[in-house]
């Protein structure tokens, strides 16, 4: 890997979540960088660089800032911009950037586009039908069996799935999404998808037009409530890697899904450099894709950087110039936790305002990551946000690391905090059992 002089990158962080918080700080412990700073940011990222202000939605203000802090790396941390073709214009202007252009973010920006992509170029996914119409939309749902699955096909900040029970319910998520508007324009056309049963994990691939390197899998914990109750959220928490992913199941996403997925950008001209989060469900017939995301998954990314051995930086830095080699990155090995302290009420209407208690010092192989968070008018870091805060944790097995993070966890205090104690609940399991 052609890895540049120690000291010579200028990082500029573009966005202002807790994934975001987690690139700042691995920035940070890279010798090869001189400076990081970060746009928008949060307060926890204040504490680590300078932030500025920054709407992450006006791709000419990105570049202008880029620009004006002479920085010489962009990493861009949220889809909305890499959709909006902040890639484009980053480079174009002869920045390096991680993250895709615009016409790779359409993996993400469109779930039309990605079922015809999957089913182009052969990628085992659910059996998918568009609809533009709603009438139409609601004839098939009359003739299918439930559950099923429908998707707003734009951009809805991970809100735009539906899992109806029955025809009823169908119906109303089709009114909603295509009559009403819910999700504005993203549900002009709508995606009605068989149901996969099965275990989900997330693979996130550092990619570099066909090489690649995959991150250990990890799992995401949606719902909101312990034992997967409840509504969806962002995610409460999250761990690597996770045994839902053996060997074989490893093998099969490699050979049958994301080979075949960065073979067939290339063959349609799309020159991919940036993260692949693909999204599978382990079904019984295999690994089939669920959703792609064309950046890192928050709150993944937190516990994949401190995985690496090698510095995440030089691997970000190699996808986005070309020069990665798969073949030299090395792994730390053991497990990865986060636990998301979220604000009473999410993902409902949240409580904002709240005092945090953090704790003065961290003990060894845990951090913390903010991404709702803001200083009151007195300086005090008060709730903001949906998800708060996240607690990270390493350690040799899953259940020294989640003994480290709820550890920490019990340190931090404000009103109406709410968390789950079971995030990796199911790896534990399968740990006690194999050890039997
Ligand atoms: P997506 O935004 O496409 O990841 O969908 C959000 C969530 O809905 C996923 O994480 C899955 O839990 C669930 N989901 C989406 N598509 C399917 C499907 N075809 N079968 C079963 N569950 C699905
Ligand atoms: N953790 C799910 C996502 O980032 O979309």
């Not at 969806?232 to 890697?241: E, I, L």
């Not at 693909?278 to 890192?296: A, C, D, L, S, Y």
Request: charged share 25%; glycine share 12%; with cysteine.
């Amino acid at each position: 890997m052609a890895s540049p002089a120690n000291k010579s990158l200028n990082v500029l962080v573009i966005g202002s979540g807790g994934r975001e918080h987690a690139l700042v700080q691995a920035c940070k412990r890279s010798a090869l960088v001189e400076g990081v700073v970060a746009a928008p940011g949060n307060v926890g990222m204040e504490m680590d660089c300078p932030c500025h202000p920054l709407d992450v939605t006006d791709v000419p203000a990105i570049v202008a800032l880029a620009k004006k802090l002479a920085v010489n790396f962009v990493i861009v941390g949220p889809e909305v911009p890499l959709a909006l073709g902040a890639a484009d214009a980053l480079e174009d202007a002869g920045f390096a950037v991680y993250g895709p252009r615009k016409a790779g973010a359409m993996l993400e920006a469109s779930k039309v586009f990605t079922k015809d992509f999957l089913v182009r170029h052969n990628i085992p996914t659910a059996r998918g039908a568009k609809f533009t119409k709603a009438a139409d939309a609601l004839a098939y749902l009359r003739g299918e069996t439930y559950p099923t699955v429908i998707k707003a096909s734009g951009l809805a900040a991970g809100k735009g799935v539906v899992i109806p029970r029955d025809y009823e319910e169908a119906a109303r998520a089709i009114r909603e999404m295509m009559d009403d508007k819910i999700f504005g324009a993203s549900g002009d056309e709508v995606l009605v998808e068989e149901f996969m049963e099965g275990e989900e994990a997330s693979i996130m691939v550092m990619v570099c037009g066909e090489k690649y390197v995959i991150l250990p899998p990890s799992q995401d914990h949606k719902r909101v409530g312990e034992g997967d109750t409840g509504p969806n959220t962002g995610g409460m928490g999250a761990y690597t890697p996770t045994g839902v992913v053996t060997a074989e199941v490893d093998r099969r996403v490699r050979e049958e899904i994301v080979e075949p997925t960065l073979r067939g950008l290339k063959a349609e001209g799309i020159d991919y450099r940036g993260t692949l989060y693909v999204g599978i469900m382990v079904t019984k017939t295999g690994p089939r894709v669920v959703e792609f995301n064309v950046r890192f998954g928050d709150p993944e990314c937190q516990i994949l950087l401190p995985m690496l051995k090698t510095d995440p930086l030089a691997l970000m830095h190699a996808c986005a110039t070309g020069t990665l080699e798969p073949s030299l990155v090395e792994w730390k090995g053991g497990a990865t936790i986060i636990v998301v302290l979220a604000a009473g009420g999410y993902p409902g209407d949240i409580r904002k305002g709240d005092v945090i208690t953090l704790p003065a010092t961290l003990p060894e192989h845990t951090s913390i990551v903010h991404a709702g968070t803001r200083r009151d008018a007195a300086g005090r870091i008060v709730t903001s946000g949906g998800r708060v805060l996240g607690v990270v944790a390493h350690g040799s097995t899953l259940a020294e690391a989640a003994g480290r993070a709820y550890g920490v966890v019990d340190t931090v205090k404000f009103e109406g905090m709410q968390f789950r104690r079971d995030i990796g609940a199911r790896q534990l399991k399968r740990d006690a059992a194999s050890r039997k």
